[in-house]
């Protein structure tokens, strides 16, 4: 069974700090997604990543896919309150349909 | 704007009832889902659908069951609801391939 493991679990910061969200596995997957959800919403997608090492930014958003595909960080520049919410990675399993999702970090930016 | 709709954005049914719940695309995507949302267990898939009437189990379809009579409809079935049910209930659908999850807002169930 293919596993995403998140961490932090929570995580409770000032305006303006940096931070940084890990998504690991022991499985090597073809791509790998990052979401966001807002409370009451279901989640949107931020980013894509396919290539190992692959880097890719969004605004003050950093996304990193590991070399080796197993695993992804996000980290976030300057954070702001707008940033709060449940973050989810998702990986693509086993070349079928079946998105596999990471247990989430919940991240709330104090103004 | 591309849409994913849930019936009901709140539910609440008793021990042993049938539930339905509903979820339709408004983007002719081929793929849906079904996932269900408990805290620190991220996003656990229940079924997913690849075509009309076509389904295939996820990782937990035990106490679930699903139909696509449509291709923009894709529905959840509790055939006897019970209280370890209870969760957020989440829809989502896809382009055929490996494309993005578009989600709906989601279904809050209790079940008493």
């Known amino acids: 069974t293919q596993l995403l493991e998140q961490s932090p679990q929570f995580l409770s910061i000032q305006e303006g700090e940096n931070l940084t969200v890990y998504c690991n596995s022991s499985s090597v997957f073809s791509s790998l997604q990052w979401y966001r959800q807002e409370p009451g919403e279901g989640p949107v997608l931020l980013v894509t990543v396919v290539t190992g090492g692959e880097v890719k930014k969004l605004k003050r958003l950093t996304f990193q896919f590991g070399d080796a595909r197993k695993d992804s960080s996000l980290h976030i520049t300057a954070a702001q309150p707008g940033d709060t919410g449940l973050y989810l990675c998702?990986?693509?399993?086993?070349?079928?349909?079946?998105?596999?999702f990471g247990t989430g970090t919940r991240l709330k930016v104090l103004a | 704007d591309v849409k994913v709709t849930q019936s009901s954005r709140y539910l609440v049914k008793r021990t042993g009832e049938k539930v339905f719940l509903e979820c339709v695309q408004d983007m002719d995507h081929e793929n849906m889902f079904w996932y269900r949302q408990d805290p620190g267990l991220g996003l656990r898939l229940i079924y997913f659908s690849y075509d009309v009437k076509m389904k295939e189990k996820g990782d937990i379809p035990e106490g679930y069951s699903v139909s696509r009579e449509k291709k923009e409809r894709f529905s959840l079935i509790l055939e006897s609801a019970s209280t370890n049910q209870t969760s957020m209930y989440l829809c989502?659908?896809?382009?055929?391939?490996?494309?993005?999850?578009?989600f709906g807002s989601g279904t809050q169930l209790s079940v008493l």
């Open positions: 989502a659908s896809s382009r055929q391939g490996r494309e993005k999850l578009f």
């Open positions: 998702a990986g693509d399993g086993s070349g079928t349909y079946k998105y596999i």
